[in-house]
């Protein structure tokens, strides 16, 4: 009869419960690993959703900016005098 940690007593299919203590062990380490993961992942999915909240407001800031009479014209003409004297 083969042993199965995982699986249910089915002597019918040659499954018995339990199995040595070291694919216990074994298991257990890639729960963890794999539990660790799911964490790095959700805290990584959180800090992107912290990042597109930060852009969004940084679009809105931007777009307020451009708003402004005669701002957007200023940009404009500041960005075409560093063109001419070669600094951007």
Known sequence: MQKHPTAAVAPERG?????????????????E???RMIDAIR???QDIHELHR????LEQYVENLMSVPGLRA?????????KRSGTT
Request: proline share 3%.
């Open 15 to 31: 499954v018995v419960a339990g199995g040595p203590e070291e694919e216990l062990e074994e298991l257990r380490a890639r729960v």
């Open 33 to 35: 690993a794999q539990q």
């Open 43 to 45: 805290e990584e999915n």
């Open 54 to 57: 930060r852009n969004q407001q």
């Open 74 to 82: 200023a940009l404009g003409l500041r960005r075409r005098l560093l």
